[in-house]
């Protein structure tokens, strides 16, 4: 039987679907009878234009004589249309790449006078193929061609066509066929051969054939076969394999929820159903195409494909990425995949990573998710300097209150704890201006049991005089409750990786030993609340209190410009992108130090060979502490540099830590001189040593996925 394809291939230029920029061309040079010497048809497969090199050679050919359109009917145009047209020569170059096969269909025979007409056509297929000493066969005849010669060459990639053979062609780009007319074209031939269709199918067919008419058309007639002639969507469905709209919702939420084992499922159910994964790569490509399209411009009819009828299910899922960078590099790395996944032999292993890229930008080290990951810590960073003013009270404590009004800022706190004027706390009185560096209080809800407070806050003070980068990972932790066994413990929204890093057993225990002295044997339990609200950021006079190292008040030096850099271990990944220059510095919680100085800025490595190597200094690695607590330029230096402590390794190897498990490996930290600690302390240097740090677990790597 004779294909769908053949049997429906136009036979005049009024019945080829689409192309109708070239179509008209060609029209207009047969009838002004200003046919060139040589055209190349460039295209995706299946566009026609191995159809188009038919037509130009019957225009040339039919017995309707020059200046008319072929007919279509006549002898020449049908012996043309079953290829066996005496003047009319198609080679295909896939399969005659080479010199001497060209040499011989083309140099050989294209002086010979046609046998039939006034023309001889030489239709080269897949013409990029010609080796290049065949292109210069080929192009020795295009430089001088003989008067009756025409050439119609056609390739799927005009990039692999030398120069010298394009400038003496006129060139044709074919288009992806729409899939309107695909499907318009399978609707009349389903009724000139009788096949019955369900209307979904048929545009399922045509956007699957990706704008290429052969695929359409072979799906259609493999489809009737396996159907009796009666196409239904379900059939067209299981032969191409198409991943239906729920499951591609399903995986798309995962993505942006950050679902690895969900998305694992999936992907095995699909193996297990006999799918095709690279399909459903591209499936799940187009929908988050189309998730794409709703988060940049919105659900607008206008810009959605004709398939996409789930608006509201889109615009949910767009809601979910909130960002549609974050989609534009889901979808990059998809298109990654679909590339690799062609050449492969495990095309499951690169859809699986490829998937786990996407949810998890921090196992990934390409530009893209960087930019992602640096977004969402601008995005932290952003809600975490808006202050609401206040600590929410904890649930524990049954303070209703507060209702914090975001981006109000207050000055003073109304709040009576997270203020020094309101007077001594416990355990922060012996804090001196160059004692060790503790972080800012956690900020107590007003009418918590006092006692209930206090006690935590003893809890806080052992770990952060036992480990300041440990203790403040309890900066913003607010006690909750006490019911004799475990104590609860709630961290702002956006602790995760704090959370995180009190499941590290060295944490853990020290955490627990803390608790064991202050309120007796206790587990600890810590989440996340929305009650709790980190510690506001100081109000911009706060910065122009002068330095006063020795102060009557307890109100340290710290707050002093040297402050606004502080990487506070608490957050050190936000810190860091604080710290990072060109990023716009906003005030940070942190800097608002009611009763202790703010920790030094970190000295942790110093990499500088002048420190270490220059004995004329009388620098020794051994002095490197005194070193860099010496103010090196006393006039100039603001006073709290005078401050500067030397983090213990053990503090150094936990800010590592922290470092590493908010950005993976490959962070480590350089120390400028002391004249520039603070304007840009922390850089990374990307080669992921550490010296003196070597106890990280490798595990915990912070994830924000976690739920
Ligand atoms: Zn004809």
């Known amino acids: 039987m004779e294909s769908l394809y053949n049997k429906y291939r136009p036979t005049t230029f009024d019945q080829v679907i689409g192309q109708r920029h070239v179509v008209e061309t060609l029209e207009r040079a047969v009838r002004e009878r200003r046919v060139s010497h040589a055209y190349l048809f460039c295209g995706p497969r299946g566009t026609g234009k191995t159809t188009m090199a038919r037509l130009l050679a019957k225009a040339l050919l039919c017995q ?32 005659n790449t080479g010199v001497d096969n060209v040499r011989d269909q083309i140099i050989s025979r294209a002086s010979y006078a046609p046998v039939r007409g006034d023309y001889k056509v030489y239709i080269i297929d897949e013409v990029h193929m010609l080796t290049p000493a065949a292109f210069n066969a080929l192009l020795k005849t295009l430089e001088e061609p003989p008067a009756h010669v025409v050439f119609a060459m056609c390739t799927t990639d005009p990039q692999k066509i030398l120069g010298t053979v394009l400038s003496r062609v006129q060139r044709f780009d074919f288009h992806a066929i729409s899939d309107n007319d695909l499907q318009a074209h399978l609707v009349q031939l389903c009724a000139q051969e009788e096949i019955g269709y369900e209307p979904a199918a048929l545009e399922l067919i045509a956007r699957s054939a990706r704008g290429g008419m052969r695929d359409a058309l072979k799906t259609l007639e493999q489809l009737a076969l396996y159907t009796g002639k009666n196409v239904t969507l379900d059939a067209a469905r299981d032969m191409l394999g198409e991943t239906d709209a729920h499951t591609l919702g399903q ?40 998730v794409y399209v709703v ?29 549609p960078d974050r989609v534009a590099r889901a979808l990059e790395v998809l298109a990654d995949a679909v590339g690799e996944m062609r050449s492969t032999t495990n095309q499951r292993l690169v859809l699986e990573v490829a998937l786990t890229r996407i949810s998890r930008p921090k196992s990934d080290l390409t530009l893209e998710a960087v930019a992602e990951r640096v977004g969402s810590l601008e995005r932290s960073v952003r809600a975490l300097a808006s202050p609401t003013g206040v600590a929410a009270a904890s649930r524990a404590a049954g303070v209703g209150e507060p209702a914090p009004v975001p981006a109000v800022h207050v000055p003073q706190a109304p709040m009576p704890d997270p203020m020094p004027a309101s007077g001594p706390v416990p355990g922060t009185e012996s804090e001196s201006v160059s004692g060790p560096a503790p972080v ?116 340290p030096a710290a707050v002093s410009k040297e402050a606004d850099y502080e990487p506070t271990p608490l957050s050190a990944y936000e810190s860091a992108a604080v710290a990072e220059p060109g990023l716009e510095y906003e005030p940070m919680p942190w800097n608002d130090v009611p009763e202790e100085p703010v920790p030094a800025p970190i000295p942790v490595i110093e990499e500088r060979p002048a420190t270490w190597d220059e004995p004329a200094q009388g620098v020794s690695p051994a002095g490197a502490s005194e070193a860099m607590q010496a103010d090196p330029h006393p006039g100039e230096a603001p006073a709290p540099v005078d401050g500067l402590e030397v983090a213990t390794p053990d503090e150094l190897a936990g800010i590592a830590a922290m470092l590493e498990g908010a950005f993976g490996r490959g962070v480590s930290i350089v120390v400028e001189e002391p004249d520039r600690v603070g304007k840009d302390a922390v850089e990374s240097v990307g080669n992921g040593s550490f010296g003196g ?12 996925e976690d739920d």
């Open 693 to 704: 740090y070597e106890d990280y677990d490798g595990e915990d790597d912070f994830s924000d």
């Open 251 to 290: 995986v798309a939420r995962a993505l942006a929820a950050r679902n690895v084992p969900v998305l694992f499922s999936q992907v095995a159910s699909l193996v297990e159903a006999g799918r095709d994964l690279l399909r459903f790569a591209n499936d799940l490509a187009s929908h988050l195409r189309d």
């Open 440 to 555: 800012p209080k956690p900020p107590a809800p007003a009418n918590v049991p006092s006692d209930l407070q206090r006690k935590w806050r003893n809890v806080v003070e052992k770990v952060r005089a036992a480990s300041s980068a440990k203790g403040s990972l309890l900066a913003n932790a607010v006690l909750e409750a006490d019911d004799g066994e475990t104590l609860s413990i709630a961290f702002p929204p956006g602790s995760r990786f704090v959370l995180q890093m009190l499941r590290r057993d060295d944490v853990k225990t020290l955490l627990r030993t803390a608790i064991a002295e202050v309120f007796g044997p206790r587990s600890f339990e810590g989440h996340e609340s929305a009650d709790v609200v980190p510690v506001p950021a100081a109000p911009e006079p706060a910065y122009e209190i002068p330095p006063a190292p020795a102060a009557a008040t307890p109100e």
């Open 295 to 323: 988060s940049a411009v919105g659900a607008d009819r206008g810009v959605l494909p004709a398939a996409a009828d789930d608006i509201a299910g889109l615009s949910a899922e767009a809601a979910a990425f909130a960002d």
């Open 64 to 95: 309707q004589g020059r200046g008319k359109l072929p007919d279509g009917s006549c002898e020449d145009c049908r012996l043309i249309a079953a290829g066996s047209h005496p003047d009319v020569l198609e080679i295909d170059a896939a399969s």
